[in-house]
């Protein structure tokens, strides 16, 4: 089992940036693949980016537009997620999960964080 914290959310300003962290313990996080995600109040869980196992490989959702950039520290069995120029619509509660490599599909992770909130607004 690996058990996943995520922090880094609050409020910031459309515009703004804030930095996400996912830290896993329990087992080593070189062996998962990793993803985020995020869901809005009375919407669907929605796929925002994922990370392969080395790094090497990362994939994003349409609606990032190049504003948001996976990364990981496997030394540090951390997994980041860097956000530039926020907007209201980027306001949900934000998660990581794992599972043996990358997905798109929230279905397909096996481990799940608890979330952090991101709201964006003046």
């Known amino acids: 089992q690996v058990q996943l914290v995520e922090s880094g959310g609050g409020l910031v300003q459309p515009g703004g940036s804030l930095r996400l962290s996912c830290a896993a313990s329990?087992?080593?996080?070189?062996?998962?693949?990793m993803g985020w995600f995020r869901q809005a109040p009375g919407k669907e869980r929605e796929f925002v980016a994922t990370?392969?196992?080395?790094?090497?490989?990362?994939y994003y959702g349409d609606f990032v537009k190049g504003r948001f950039t996976i990364s990981r520290d496997n030394a540090k069995n951390t997994v980041y997620l860097q956000m530039n120029s926020l907007n209201a619509e980027d306001t949900a509660v934000y998660y990581c999960?794992?599972?043996?490599?990358?997905?798109?599909?929230?279905?397909?992770?096996?481990?799940w964080g608890q979330g952090t909130q991101v709201t964006v607004s003046s």
């Open positions: 329990g087992r080593t996080l070189s062996n998962y693949g």
């Open positions: 999960a794992a599972r043996g490599g990358t997905s798109r599909y929230a279905r397909s992770y096996d481990y």
């Open positions: 990370i392969s196992r080395s790094g090497r490989y990362t």
